[in-house]
């Protein structure tokens, strides 16, 4: 499942991590790079719902009261690419909230 996280990151997390990786085919390489803005919450303060709704640029209101659940995502193959975020179950809203 490596190759498919690479070339189709679901979870905003992983999608901000892979953006913020320096390339060098770029045509400018002296880009800043992207970042993934805020702080990580202490392990003993997650927030409600999703643990990365306070930095995510996709989170809406079922984010910040349910917690997503653990997601097949996989082509064919049971629990082959998982993620827990409900823009899997909703993909419309892969817009980027203000």
Do not use: M, N
């Given at each position: 499942?490596?190759?498919?996280?690479?070339?189709?990151?679901?979870?905003?997390?992983?999608?901000?991590?892979?953006?913020?990786?320096?390339?060098?085919?770029?045509?400018?390489?002296?880009?800043?790079?992207?970042?993934?803005?805020?702080?990580?919450?202490?392990?003993?303060a997650?927030?409600?719902?999703?643990?990365?709704?306070?930095?995510?640029?996709?989170?809406?209101?079922?984010?910040?009261?349910?917690?997503?659940?653990?997601?097949?995502?996989?082509?064919g193959?049971?629990?082959?690419?998982?993620?827990?975020?409900?823009?899997?179950?909703?993909?419309?809203?892969?817009?980027r909230?203000?």
């Amino acid at each position: 499942p490596t190759p498919e996280l690479f070339a189709r990151p679901l979870h905003p997390y992983t999608e901000g991590l892979l953006a913020s990786v320096p390339r060098l085919d770029t045509p400018h390489p002296r880009r800043r790079l992207h970042s993934i803005p805020g702080q990580v919450p202490a392990a003993t303060a997650w927030p409600a719902g999703c643990r990365f709704h306070p930095r995510c640029p996709y989170a809406w209101d079922r984010c910040t009261v349910e917690e997503p659940p653990l997601l097949d995502a996989g082509k064919g193959e049971p629990a082959s690419h998982v993620v827990r975020c409900w823009l899997l179950a909703e993909p419309a809203r892969r817009t980027r909230q203000p």
